[in-house]
Nanobody
């Protein structure tokens, strides 16, 4: 069964950190670009970060650059999103999803949900004092 499972969400104070995990089963995550997306209440889904499969190139939304870091551990078939200096506006449900690498494409592809499939169920991140 092909499945992605996100974990690591929770309640954290502003300025705090969380590490989200996206674990795959039924397929090898190493062969896919993996993106993180988030959806806040009443808003559409937003691309946060992505890591490619070919050379681990990373992409970030401007709102998280310098604070979030995406990485992958192929031995564990898992992609991570390290989130530091969290802000209340980071509060959302975070999802991971996969897509195929596309040569010569950039952030407009890798941070666009319409090109992704195999979505996980999401994990809630709440940043509040």
């Amino acid at each position: 069964q092909v499945q992605l499972v996100e974990s690591g969400g929770g309640l954290v104070q502003p300025g705090g950190s969380l590490r989200l995990s996206c674990a795959a089963s039924g397929f090898t995550l190493e062969y896919y670009a993996v993106g993180w997306f988030r959806q806040a209440p009443g808003k559409g889904r937003e691309g946060v970060s992505c890591i490619t499969s070919s050379d681990n190139t990373t992409y970030y939304a401007d709102s998280v650059k310098g604070r979030f870091t995406i990485s992958r551990d192929n031995n564990k078939n898992t992609v991570y999103l390290q989130m530091n200096l969290l802000k209340p506006e980071d509060t959302a449900v975070y999802f991971c999803a996969t897509t195929r690498d596309q040569a010569y494409y950039g952030a407009t592809y890798y941070l666009n949900e319409m090109y992704f499939n195999s979505w996980g169920q999401g994990t809630q991140v709440t940043v509040s004092s």
